[in-house]
């Protein structure tokens, strides 16, 4: 017994309409932390320091929270690099430290 055409085609049809699962879950504690950026930046604005910021996300109030110190928040918030300084000399051709290159 074989599946004819239109039934994939009605099948395909449908599950292109299926709206995505909502996530329940993070994977990481720096996925959380990214998630509330915002709150987090405004309470930095308003002067409480990385500790403080750690201190009130490890409970939130129903037993859970996010365990994370106050160096590393300020890790998965700091801005990315754009580039390295030994990558910018090799790039311009100038030795970096460690390269035997010779005096000219």
């Known amino acids: 017994m074989g599946i004819s055409i239109d039934t994939i085609e009605r099948l395909k049809s449908k ?7 909502p996530r329940t879950v993070v994977e990481s504690n720096k996925e959380a932390v990214l998630m509330l ?6 309470l930095r604005a308003s002067g409480h320091d990385w500790n403080d910021v750690a201190e009130l996300l490890k ?3 129903q037993g859970s929270g996010i365990t994370v110190k106050g160096s590393t928040l300020k890790s998965f918030l700091a801005a990315p690099r754009t580039s390295s300084t030994r990558r910018n000399r090799k790039e311009k051709g100038q030795p970096s430290k460690g390269d035997n290159w010779p005096e000219l």
Do not use: C, S, W
């Open 59 to 61: 409970d939130d109030g």
């Open 15 to 21: 599950l292109q309409t299926v709206p995505p699962k």
């Open 37 to 42: 950026r915002a709150e987090i930046e405004q």
